[in-house]
T-cell receptor, first 111, second 114 residues
Framework: TQLLEQSPQFLSIQEGENLTVYCNSS?????LQWYRQEPGEGPVLLVT?????EVKKLKRLTFQFGDARKDSSLHITAAQPGDTGLYLC???????????FGTGTRLKVLA | DAGVTQSPTHLIKTRGQQVTLRCSPK?????VSWYQQALGQGPQFIFQ???????QRGNFPDRFSGHQFPNYSSELNVNALLLGDSALYLC?????????????FGSGTRLTVV
């Protein structure tokens, strides 16, 4: 059974601080996505990474795919209250063709 | 370009009843997946439909069933509702050949079982 563990589960920080969210699996995945979800809405896709070691940047967000393709991280620089939300990683496992979501990280940025 | 639309947005049902949720995928998408999301947790995969057939299924009992229509829209049916079925039900669509690269989600149906 493929599982994606995210850490931390909860994060409350002050505006302007930096933070990193981690996503780990015991299985190799073909690709990984990061989503952000706000209350009452569905997840919104932020980025897709497919190559081991790949780094992508989206404004203040930096996404990294582990070399072994079993982990990923999301780093936010100078967090703003608008970054508040539930961050989810999701991965496609080519062996089972299943698309699995992580356990989620709830971020709250205080003004 | 319309994204994924789900109906209804909210629903209250009594234990033991049956419910049907509906989803229209994003224009051009041919694959529909359903997820159950408890408050503050990640979505749990229920099943995926492509070419009107269930292609993948998560660890959900047979009380959860679905259907995909020729226009790619989909329904999720849940029989004999339990209190534990209360959750946000999300529909996601993609192209089958791009399913490894992310999904477009609807805003969900909030189901409350009382």
């Amino acid at each position: 059974t493929q599982l994606l563990e995210q850490s931390p589960q909860f994060l409350s920080i002050q505006e302007g601080e930096n933070l990193t969210v981690y996503c780990n699996s015991s299985s190799v995945f073909s690709s990984l996505q990061w989503y952000r979800q706000e209350p009452g809405e569905g997840p919104v896709l932020l980025v897709t990474v497919v190559t081991g070691g790949e780094v992508k940047k989206l404004k203040r967000l930096t996404f990294q795919f582990g070399d072994a393709r079993k982990d990923s991280s999301l780093h936010i620089t100078a967090a703003q209250p608008g970054d508040t939300g539930l961050y989810l990683c999701a991965a496609f496992f080519s062996g089972t063709y299943k698309y699995i979501f992580g356990t989620g990280t709830r971020l709250k940025v205080l003004a | 370009d319309a994204g994924v639309t789900q109906s209804p947005t909210h629903l209250i049902k009594t234990r033991g009843q049956q419910v049907t949720l509906r989803c229209s995928p994003k224009s051009g998408h041919d694959t529909v997946s359903w997820y159950q999301q408890a408050l503050g947790q990640g979505p749990q995969f229920i099943f995926q439909y492509y070419e009107e057939e269930e292609r993948q299924r998560g660890n959900f009992p047979d009380r959860f069933s679905g259907h995909q229509f020729p226009n790619y829209s989909s329904e999720l049916n849940v029989n004999a509702l339990l209190l534990g079925d209360s959750a946000l039900y999300l529909c996601a669509s993609s192209l089958i050949r791009n399913r490894a690269y992310g999904y477009t989600f609807g805003s969900g149906t909030r189901l409350t079982v009382v």
